[in-house]
């Protein structure tokens, strides 16, 4: 845990793109194609970074635990709203004046969040469930929502001043902190039965036992908790099933991959 | 922060509709009730429908206090 690992050995692919290698040919896999074709994207550079990802997260058994990814991508609401998994379902609806580019999309601190129209109790029962982002900027104040659902007693990941947190709701200890930096990627995982950990950009983990549900019962949002809305650039989200630690800093890897083909790590 | 200030009666057309494809627009209130919406929604508003709110007189923008998350 906690290693930061070239990709190319972590993953055991030699060569730039994972495409290249599989394929033979060079060629996207399907899943690619239908989210290039959703996001209207036709930029070979993106498309690329989409691939490797797609592959990457197939290789790895962690595209299977997923419901929808949001790889924030096209520079334009339109590309940014779509799922990966499954670009016809939980396309984020913004709301706001979100600002939207090739580095992600930027709230504003007024009146921005988005809405995966994703609710975690109907569309995915069961207590296991993980989400993540990947932040290209600080928090400036107070605590803001980052993933999670309406309502406060729920599981969610949210950002403070101090350090990214997820959030359990009757527990003695209901709040797991991570370390700074809070900027790159912070993930959160529960499995429900004994296992409840945030995992930050460096592999850092504060973990707990859990047995708690505590299912968020409502759209899952993006970006804002009731009135506060943050002010900060998101470049990834994610929002699936239980993932342990290893897979969780497996997918932390592959995501700062990708951001770094962009050219949009932090 | 400067921000575009509404009549409850322009507040109430905006609500739920697209400013531009895949957009909402999202009045919210200021720390006076007074309702807004940020200048990223006038400057990038290309409904034809709602082309008036770049003609929204501009205020500034103190936000109400925080609400506590736990």
């Not at chain 2, 200030?5 to 009045?27: I, T």
Request: glycine share 10%.
């Amino acid at each position: 845990m906690g290693t930061n690992i070239n990709k190319n050995t972590k993953l055991g692919v030699e060569g730039t793109h994972i495409s290249t290698f599989i394929g033979g040919g060079g060629g996207y896999a399907p899943e690619t194609i239908a989210f290039l074709s959703q996001a209207s994207i036709t930029d070979p550079t993106i498309g690329n970074a989409v691939n490797d990802l797609v592959l990457y997260m197939q290789s790895t058994g962690i595209w299977n635990k997923m419901i929808a990814v949001y790889p924030i991508v096209g520079s334009n609401a339109g590309a940014h709203k779509t799922n990966l998994i499954d670009p016809n379902t939980y396309a984020i609806s913004f709301s706001g004046g979100w600002v939207h580019s090739s580095t992600g999309m930027l709230g504003n601190g007024i009146n921005t969040f988005g809405d995966t129209g994703l609710n975690p109790i109907i569309d995915m029962p069961g207590p296991d469930m993980s989400m993540g982002v990947y932040m290209r900027t600080s928090p400036t104040t107070v605590k803001y929502l980052l993933l999670g659902g309406s309502s406060q007693n729920v599981y969610m990941l949210r950002t403070t001043t101090s350090g990214s947190q997820a959030f359990m709701p009757n527990l003695t200890t209901s709040t797991l902190t991570s370390i700074t930096p809070q900027t790159g990627f912070t993930g959160t995982s529960k499995n429900g039965v004994d296992d409840f950990f945030i995992l930050n950009s460096l592999g850092g983990v504060n973990s707990t036992t859990s047995s708690s549900p505590n299912m968020p019962n409502s759209s899952m949002q993006i970006g804002r908790f009731g009135g506060s809305y943050t002010a900060q650039e998101f470049a990834f989200a994610f929002i699936g099933y239980y993932l342990d630690q290893s897979e969780m800093d497996l997918f932390r890897v592959i995501i700062d991959v990708f951001q770094t083909d962009l050219s949009r790590n932090v | 922060m400067i921000v575009a200030f509404l009549s409850e009666a322009e507040k109430d057309q905006l609500v739920g509709q697209e400013f531009a494809p895949f957009e909402y627009f999202n009045p919210v209130q200021d720390i006076d009730d007074n309702w807004i919406i940020s200048m990223e929604e006038v400057n990038n508003c290309i409904n034809p429908t709602f082309m008036w709110v770049k003609d929204l007189p501009e205020i500034d923008y103190i936000p109400k206090p925080e609400e506590p998350i736990e």
